[in-house]
């Protein structure tokens, strides 16, 4: 593994570790669908992990929330094995679960609901996650009458709504136009900057990984394993449409393009 | 789902005259009509009753006052008949729905003794609750049991593990599960059990009735048939008829209530601007 290292990120290695991929293998029977990867995540770091479709991108969100286990090698999770669900990540997967019964306003509540926050303090919550991905005034509709960018963030909202301190992200923007896009990534960076909380986050887009992250990995093709790290050296706080104008940003994306191997 | 195909004339005779409602009542007023003449002119009366002699003979039920209370006997058997058989029902076929293993293990016994024709069993039962209202209820019961637990058991098995296993990563506990994704998940299989469970609980308090009672519209049934007054029966028919489709209406209230997210209707605000 290739990795691009700055004098900042010095800095985060000094923090204790949030997650940990010691030599892990994931296979479905006979299909060897990721690793060996070997991967530390910092607390409060952003990490962004880019890589073909199948590489195992979801797989590795999969093994720290604990929904897999893998075929070898060892997950921790704040320093311990992740054994079963881990309910303390705020886990936004590729597919959204919203619940059909309930409103937009009802599928936010829900994980309050389950971490009996007090009714009035969960109000509160509800409504600022809502305000944080744009969907105000439709606290009353139900997930069929949304659009699919528009369920997509009410999934999000609804992990954003009980401040978890570890965020693992599957795409989540991958159903939104540019603006909308855009704002949530000036929320996530906002959310990154008040509460400290760590990022794993997956994408497709390169353009997208490098605004927010201070590391990108990008994966082989599968099986995949890390193939470079890239550390962002990009000033803090940051600016999006700024940061993505300078000339230190084109060099990244050629460098992390060049690694894709799209051809 | 109702489908709304406004025309564009909502008043007027004419419209009033096409209506379906309108037809509806046409179809039941000839029906009615026909039912007397045929009674009158081909000298029927022994066989199929008419319109008119029901409707006296309903009249002279109600002055005796025992409508009421036959009324009363068959209500109170056959809704705790469907309370009784919707909790076991739905109980029994929530567990064996949601421990995999043990549905697996039990169900083909489950299946064997639903096969039973349950009408044969109301003399058993008879012997067991003697000819009180007993009987009548836990016959109903056994009756409604049956497919409630089926379509809990089916309803509860097709609870999509993906969105289980979400809600245990947002933080639910088993009780969570159950309540707010698993019963929720299953309602519309258990709502239509109720519905389909509803005439059976009536069908079990009139056959126990029919076995052995002193009293309901199942006995009034019963004894205008020992005097060969058709009029009689045809009347208790009739009332049959009524409190099932009371009944129904009810349940479709309940329904309606449930399953509101699943129409879609109801505005919703348009996309604030930012
Ligand atoms: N439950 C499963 N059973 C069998 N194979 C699986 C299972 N889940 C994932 N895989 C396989 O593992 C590989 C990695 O899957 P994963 O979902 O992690 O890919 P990904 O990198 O997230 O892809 P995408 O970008 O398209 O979401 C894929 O080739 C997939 O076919
Ligand atoms: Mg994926």
Redesign the interface.
Known sequence: MEQIRSATAAAVICRQLAISFDEVVVKFGDFHAMGPTSLDVRHGEFLAIVGPSGCGKSTLLNLV?G?LVPSSGAVAYKGNGVAG???D?G?V?Q?N?C?????VEGNVR??L???NVPPADAREQVRDALAMV?L???E???P??LSGGMQQRVAIA?TLA?RPSVYLMDEPFGSLDAQLRT?MHEELLKIWQETGATFVFVTHDLQEAITLADRVVVMSKRPGIPKLVVDIDLPRPRDIIDIQASPAFGAYFKTLWAALDVH | MAIDNRQPARHGWRFFVGSNTFLQVLVGIVGLAFWEAASRSFDLDFWISSPTAVATELVRWERSGHLWVDLRVTMTEASLGFIVGCIAGGFTGFVLGWTQRLGDILEPYIVALYSIPKIALAPLFVLWLGIGVTNKVMFAAMLVFFIVFFTTYRGVRSVDRELVQNAWLLGANRWDIWTKIAIPYSAVWMLTGLRIALPDALIGAIVGEFVASDAGVGYRIKEATAFVNTAGVFAGLFVLLLISLCLLSLLKLIENRTLRWQAGDGAIATEPGH
Do not use: D, M, S
């Not at chain 1, 619940?99 to 409103?103: A, G, I, Q, S």
């Open positions: 929330a929904t669900i881990n309910h990540v886990y997967t597919k679960y619940l059909p019964w309930r409103t829900l994980p609901e389950f971490r744009g105000l005034g439709f009353k509709a139900y069929k009458q609804r009980y704002r």
